[in-house]
């Protein structure tokens, strides 16, 4: 989903606020049926239970691409109408002819009907559900194949096996952004229609990549991976000739125990609740849960809106981008993690010093969010959004720049989202605006001929062209994301190198028998403060840096066609700063707090290896069947 999230935008013509919160529901569907989980999961066949999860996620995958059969073929704008069983495409709109065609536009009262159903406006609703069916599919998979591999191992290969499974899954983001990347380079009605007819390139702010594809794959996946799971046994410890017995027996136990625990729900409810008031009138723990909060929304924040940031900051594809998060920064977010494990265990750190290595971690994660605002490039000169139509004078807002005496004659359709690229470095919306009086047809590359808002700019030669698409980024903003990705690599690495204490501190400040709660609760917190709200939050203002939206069929506001480049860089690392400032005050309060409850006690996070070691990885992978057995316990 964070690989798709621009292609599913672009493709729905929705904003960046509802497609944060499309994909804040993977969150939503893990919140459904955690509790469930929870409390079911090791009283019922948990192997069964994770082949469930394992066909939920693989439909839910199906879902999130069905839509992409239904809505017909992609139009990236509603003045290329593009017929996929012809090599042909219809005139532009140059100045020229435009006024011919504005004599014969549809009227808008006949444009209204079934505008619905040609711009598929709500089928965004299918990867809504899709998504969350995936969320709720993944629930029981990770804490109950965890709990199952750590109940059945031989001593002392737990942790190996737990290593195993975590590498595994490391492994699964690489393969995930490297196919991202491959399929964000294929037109998204691949297969379809003609390729030669399509006009825009991976880079075009138009561009959809076969998203649903990604889907496809991971979704047939899923699904066969979740057969050998229904041939698991509930306990592969049990001989098979005494299982029949056995069964019997577990059945006759169960009966019991339901009655047994139908007589004691009352006092587990009451234990619950003084558990949880336990563990939140605990002052470590909830400072805990507040700056943790803030530190994972941030993370959550950038690697949502990373791809967009960077497409439209330096002008990098989102194929490129997935590249470079799956095949560089992944494995160094592994590496740092796991080197955080090790520092952890040589230096025999105390609560303390967790804390401080968290500290120090995150203060090098803001330092680098002040560094990439010096790489920013300059802003995108766009004639009619950041100058004037004639190129000579800049605008104080893009907000109805009025027409210049170059194209005032064109009649042009200022809705019109057609880039070109003039001789003079300057952008314009379209072909019309640019005053183009010619084009070289359906001839790759696309030129267009004796521009005159080119013309007025006062360069020297006499050709006064443009080409199809924006004008690229300069030689300096090319070296400028060449900085920010080493940047962003060391910063990567040493966030992560700070993510293995949190495993650490969060079973160390409760007492012994509230940490499976606690684990429960503190991930509670994150996946729907952070999980659900960081996205659609940060994406509300991410479309306050827009410049130009698309409309679609019905004359609605669709997708953004280009923002501001340098508001959405100060919004980006502004606001990902903006939630590290008060994580790193926080983090000053909870190491007195620490020093102040835990003085004299004996805090090292070694005293048991392997404990430690199999509970961080539980916690990092959302651990929560024992959610009510603490309760139970108290």
């Known amino acids: 989903m964070k690989v798709s999230n621009i292609h599913i935008e672009r493709r729905f013509e ?24 929870s409390y079911f999961g090791s009283k019922l066949h948990r192997p069964k239970l994770i082949g469930i999860g394992c066909f939920l996620m693989g439909t839910g995958s199906i879902l ?14 509603k003045e290329t109408h593009i017929d996929p069983l012809e090599n042909s495409t219809s005139n532009l709109s140059i100045c020229l002819i435009n006024q011919m065609l504005s004599l014969n536009r549809t009227p808008s009262e006949i444009v209204e009907r079934g505008c619905v159903k040609e711009s598929g406006s709500h089928m965004w609703i299918y990867v809504f559900m899709g998504n969350m069916l995936c969320g709720i599919g993944e629930t029981p998979i990770v804490p109950l194949g965890i709990s199952y591999i750590d109940d059945f191992a031989k001593e002392g290969y737990s942790s190996l096996y737990l290593g195993i499974v975590n590498g595994i899954g490391m492994l699964g983001l690489v393969l ?5 990347s491959l399929f964000a380079k294929m037109y998204m009605d691949i297969g379809f229609v003609d390729l030669s007819t399509i006009r825009i390139t991976p880079k075009d702010s138009r561009w959809v990549g076969a998203w649903w594809l990604g889907f496809v794959v991971s979704g047939l996946l899923s699904t066969i991976s979740s057969i050998p799971f229904f ?15 056995l069964k019997t027996n577990d059945k006759r136990n169960q009966t019991a125990n339901l009655t047994h625990q139908g007589k004691n729900i009352s006092k587990n409810v009451t234990g619950f609740f003084r558990s949880l008031k336990s563990i939140l009138t605990n002052p470590p723990y909830v400072i805990f849960v507040l700056f943790t909060l803030l530190h994972m929304s941030s993370y959550i924040c950038s690697l949502t809106h990373v791809i967009k940031n960077v497409e439209e ?68 000169s766009v004639a009619g959004l950041t100058l004037t139509y004639d190129g000579n004078n800049s605008v104080a807002s893009h907000v109805e720049v009025p027409l210049s005496y170059c194209n005032s004659e064109c009649d042009c359709d ?29 001839k790759k590359p696309i030129v267009f001929y004796n521009c005159s808002c080119v013309e007025v700019t006062g360069l020297q030669n006499k050709s006064y062209s443009a080409h199809l698409g924006e004008c690229p980024r300069d030689d300096a903003c090319a070296r400028s994301y060449h900085i920010y990705v080493a940047v962003q690599v060391l910063n990567s690495f040493l966030c992560a190198i700070g ?32 999980g659900i709200l960081a996205p659609i939050y940060f994406g509300a203002l991410t479309d306050r840096t827009c410049m130009k939206w698309s409309t679609n069929s019905c004359g609605a506001r669709g997708a953004c066609r280009i923002h501001n480049s340098t508001f959405l860089a100060r919004v980006y690392f502004g606001l990902t700063a903006a939630l590290m400032f008060p994580t790193l005050v926080l983090l000053v309060v909870f190491i007195f707090v620490v020093k102040k409850k835990f003085h004299g006690k004996d805090t090292k996070a070694s005293e048991n290896e392997r404990k430690v070691t199999d509970e961080a ?18």
């Open 14 to 37: 929705i904003s960046s606020s509802l497609a944060g919160l499309i994909d804040g529901s993977f969150e939503i569907g893990n919140l459904l049926v955690i509790v469930f989980v």
């Open 64 to 77: 999130t691409a069905l839509p992409h059969f239904f809505m017909g073929y992609y139009r990236y704008s």
């Open 176 to 180: 995930g952004f490297i196919l991202g």
């Open 231 to 245: 041939f698991l046994p509930s306990n592969p410890n049990k001989p098979q000739k005494g299982r029949k017995v």
């Open 313 to 380: 900051q330096y002008g990098q594809s989102a194929s490129q981008t997935n590249f470079f998060l799956g095949v560089i920064s992944i494995p160094v977010i592994a590496i740092g993690m796991f080197l955080g494990g090790y520092i952890i265990k040589k230096f025999k750190l105390s609560l303390v010093g967790l804390a401080k290595l968290v500290f120090c971690s995150a203060t090098m994660h803001l330092l680098a969010q002040f560094l990439h605002l010096i790489l920013l490039c300059e802003s995108k």
């Open 414 to 442: 200022e809705s019109q989202w057609e880039p070109v690229c003039g001789n003079n470095g300057i952008t314009y919306l379209s072909p019309c605006l640019a005053g183009c009086k010619s084009s070289s047809g359906n």
């Open 499 to 530: 993510l293995t204490s949190y495993s650490v501190l969060v079973i160390k400040i409760v007492q012994p028998e509230l940490k499976a709660l606690a684990i429960g609760f503190h991930s509670l917190i994150i996946r729907s403060l952070g």
């Open 617 to 634: 990885n539980l916690e990092f992978l959302d651990n929560s069947e024992h959610f009510v057995s603490s309760a139970e316990e108290q």
